[in-house]
């Protein structure tokens, strides 16, 4: 299953990046580049699912995208030379 999730990356003053997400205010993760923090937002993502899960709760409306064959509005950060 895919998700489509807003993400804040906010950079940290001692260095790396915070990635929270104002949808699921449970997911909180990091990472030294922004490479890292994105990498490690799945895992943040796969413990808020489950989280939900054990506590009978459901996931925001939206947030799921069952058909991967349909286009997807995407927004992320891209650095250039």
Do not use: C, F, H
Not at 11 to 22: D, F, K, L, M, N
Not at 50 to 77: C, F, K
């Amino acid at each position: 299953m895919q998700y489509k999730i807003p993400l804040v990356m906010t950079p940290q003053p001692e260095g790396g990046y915070t990635v929270t997400s104002p949808l699921l205010p449970e997911l909180v993760t990091e990472g030294d580049t922004v490479e890292e923090a994105l990498a490690n937002v799945r895992d943040a993502l796969a413990a808020v699912i489950e989280a939900y899960e054990d506590l009978g709760r459901r996931l925001p409306q939206n947030t799921m995208i069952p058909d991967t064959g349909s286009p997807v509005w995407l927004e992320t950060l891209v650095t250039a030379p």
